[in-house]
């Protein structure tokens, strides 16, 4: 289980770095942006644990271009304080998990463990349903020759729903990987997908 863990906060790096060794994993720490850019994209890593505010390249950019680069590693990442960023973001641009600092070493271990299990599988360069598509790496959704436009929230539910195709996922996942409590969605991807969807052509379709 190797873990790839980009801090710039060498005392919170190294404390992580032990317990996680002492854990099992197997850790390389990098503490800045295009280093842990250069390691992560070399694919040899189960999970990576990544800061957001980094010397170099912000974690924002080292997850885009990770996945511009087609590496799917699962991307854990750590904010520094719940508010300061848009989480949604972070999903939008390819992030499977994130942990506001200060976390606590055991929930830090139990999302690990919970990356590691669902895996890394090739997801497809664009997630498609039906006629309706979402290309990752492009951030762009076309429902035929339609080009959509999506909210970033709106995105990041239709994302979540389109990797999740076929599964049932509950609402307060959908929460979860969009970052935001408020949001209203049903709890079905099917309903979920083709409101987004019939809303936004209604709106393309009407202007
Ligand atoms: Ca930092």
Not at 27 to 42: P, R
Not at 61 to 88: C, H, I, N
Not at 127 to 154: C, F, N
Request: charged share 25%.
């Amino acid at each position: 289980m190797r873990v790839l863990l980009v801090e710039d906060e060498s005392r919170l790096a190294e404390t992580v770095r032990r317990g996680l060794v002492a854990e099992g994993f197997v850790v390389d720490v990098e503490h800045n942006g295009s280093d842990g850019l250069a390691a992560a994209a070399t694919g040899d890593f189960d999970v990576v644990m990544l800061d957001i505010m980094l010397p170099g390249l912000s974690g924002y950019q080292v997850l885009r271009e990770l996945r511009t680069r087609q590496v799917w590693t699962p991307v854990l990442m750590l904010s520094a304080k719940d508010g300061e960023y848009d989480l949604a973001d972070a999903f939008d641009i390819g992030a499977d998990d994130y942990l506001t600092k200060p976390f606590s070493f055991v929930v830090l271990v139990a999302r690990l463990r919970a990356l590691l299990r669902r895996g890394a599988p090739e997801r497809p360069t664009v997630l498609t349903a039906g006629s309706l598509s979402l290309d990752p790496a492009r951030r762009r959704v076309t429902r035929g020759q339609t080009v959509l436009t999506l909210t970033p929230r709106e995105y990041g539910v239709l994302a979540f729903l389109l990797r999740n195709k076929g599964a049932v996922v509950t609402k307060s996942e959908i929460l979860r990987a969009c970052g935001t409590r408020t949001m209203k969605v049903t709890t079905t991807s099917s309903r979920s997908t083709s409101a987004i969807c019939g809303a936004r052509s209604t709106h393309h379709s009407g202007s």
